[in-house]
C-alpha cells in the first residue's frame, strides 16, 4: 500500500514550503518544484499548470482527490480556481505510472487543501482570519477571511475570497488592455472522523470570474 501511494511521485510542495513562500498565485506554488510550472500570466486568472512542457490538458489535475476539468478559451489558456492560501501540499507525478492518481500523458499533479483544524494552533478550538493583499501592477485588492473550528468528531472552514484587478501595468511602462478582472471563491468544508482512521469530507464551492480576454494573452 505505501509502495503504491509513493509510485510515480517525483516531487512534493509541503505545507512548511508553503508557510515560507506565503504564495499569491498558482506560480508562487510551483515556483518550490523543480518538476512543474506554469504557462500564461501577467494576471493570476491566466496561469495554467505544466509539467515538462505539458499543459493542463495532456496532464492530470486533482484537488482533494477530484480531477479537474479545464476550459480553454481561444487564447488557449485556462486557471486554476483555487484559493493558494488553502492549499496544504501539492504532489507532483512527472510520468503516468500510478494510475490511482490519473490517466495521462505525462503525469500530472494532485493538491491536497487545508481542512480547519489545520488553521488551528494547539489547544484552540476555533479562530477566523481576516486578510488584505495588494498588488502595484494590477492596482489588485484582495480581501479574504476564514472561519474555523472543531465540532464533534470534526471540524469546519468557512472561507469568502474577493479580488478585484485593474489593468496590468507592463516592465516597459505600457498597459495590457482589458486585462481587468474580478472574482469571487466561497467554501465551505466540513469533515468528520469515523474511526478506523477513516475520514469524511464534505465540501462545496461558488467560484464567480468576471473578466475580458486581453489583446495579448501573453
Do not use: C, W
Request: glycine letters at 8%; aromatic letters at 8%.
Amino acid at each position: 500500500e505505501v509502495q503504491s501511494k509513493t509510485l510515480g511521485l517525483q516531487d512534493e510542495v509541503s505545507s512548511d514550503d508553503l508557510e515560507e513562500e506565503v504564495a499569491q498565485s498558482l506560480d508562487d506554488v510551483l515556483k518550490k518544484t523543480a518538476s512543474a510550472t506554469t504557462k500564461g500570466g501577467p494576471r493570476s486568472i491566466g496561469e495554467t499548470p505544466q509539467i515538462r512542457g505539458l499543459e493542463a490538458n495532456k496532464i492530470f489535475v486533482n484537488v482533494d482527490g477530484v480531477s479537474q476539468t479545464f476550459f480553454f478559451s481561444n487564447h488557449n489558456y485556462s486557471h486554476l480556481a483555487i484559493d493558494p492560501d488553502s492549499i496544504k501540499k501539492v504532489d507532483i507525478f512527472k510520468s503516468n505510472t500510478d494510475y490511482s492518481q490519473g490517466i495521462s500523458l505525462g503525469g500530472g499533479m494532485s493538491f491536497v487543501t487545508k481542512d480547519g483544524r489545520d488553521y488551528l494552533a494547539r489547544g484552540e478550538k476555533a479562530g477566523s482570519i481576516l486578510k488584505y493583499s495588494y498588488e502595484e501592477a494590477s492596482n489588485l485588492n484582495g480581501q479574504a477571511i476564514k472561519t474555523f473550528g472543531l465540532i464533534d468528531k470534526g471540524d469546519y472552514l468557512l472561507s469568502a475570497n474577493v479580488k478585484d484587478a485593474k489593468d496590468i501595468k507592463l516592465s516597459d511602462g505600457s498597459t495590457l488592455r482589458n486585462s481587468e478582472f474580478e472574482s469571487l471563491n466561497f467554501l465551505s468544508k466540513f469533515s468528520f472522523d469515523l474511526g478506523k482512521a477513516r475520514r469524511l469530507k464534505v465540501s462545496g464551492e461558488l467560484y464567480e470570474l468576471e473578466d475580458d480576454s486581453p489583446l495579448n494573452a501573453t
